[in-house]
């Protein structure tokens, strides 16, 4: 008897690492899909496929070639671009293609923007925290390794923003030493840190 599976479009799979996706190759906002819009409303779609569609979704899934980061954005943009391949073919009236594709485009800069400044709220504290500890080399790992995961950064936009924050809020760290116990904005030279790694401070 033939086994019928039932695809969940919402279902995840795998992990979501993204360490070896090709972000200059495919740019992920060329293939995520918001799963809901503005206001958080979503449609659950179900279909029946046969196990060997299945498998194949599978397979490029897991291969890590695109910045999918779910099974589910995968299908998401499976069902886009088709719906568009057949609007090419035959245009139809009353298509709203264009609304999906904007409301898409502001979506996803308010998750950058989210992003943004969670990191550097959570960076913030963490940072705060070596400080009041004195532990200063540690403060200033924490900012050394954002520094560097910032220049990966590929959209220049965003980079440019992330260097701009992390040096006003964090440059002085990085030039000169922080009196004992103060806050995040104050900071003087004063001679060695007590808890310095070796960073360059230059």
């Not at 993204?18 to 449609?43: C, M, T, W």
């Not at 943009?77 to 502001?106: D, F, H, N, T, Y």
């Not at 080399?137 to 959209?155: D, T, Y």
């Amino acid at each position: 008897m033939a086994t019928e599976k039932v695809t969940n479009i919402n279902r995840r799979a795998g992990s979501s690492s993204q360490s070896n996706l090709h972000r200059g190759k495919y740019p992920p906002e060329a293939f995520i899909i918001p799963g809901q819009d503005q206001n958080g409303n979503s449609v659950r779609e179900w279909c029946r496929v046969v196990p060997l569609l299945d498998r194949a979704m599978d397979i490029l899934f897991a291969s890590r070639k695109f910045p999918f980061k779910s099974k589910g954005d995968l299908m998401r943009w499976c069902i886009k671009v088709g719906v568009e391949r057949l609007e090419e073919m035959e245009p139809v009236q009353g298509s709203v293609l264009a609304q999906v594709e904007a409301m898409a485009s502001i979506l996803r800069d308010e998750e950058l923007n989210h992003a943004f400044l969670t990191i550097f709220n959570t960076m913030a504290g963490t940072v705060g925290m070596h400080i009041q500890a004195q532990a200063m080399g540690e403060a200033r790992r924490v900012i050394s390794e954002m520094h560097r995961c910032i220049a990966k950064i590929e959209n220049e936009y965003w980079r440019g923003r992330y260097q701009q924050e992390l040096e006003a809020k964090f440059g002085h760290l990085l030039k000169g030493s922080l009196v004992a116990g103060a806050g995040l904005g104050e900071h003087a030279d004063s001679g060695p840190d007590r808890g310095s790694d070796g960073i360059d401070e230059d």
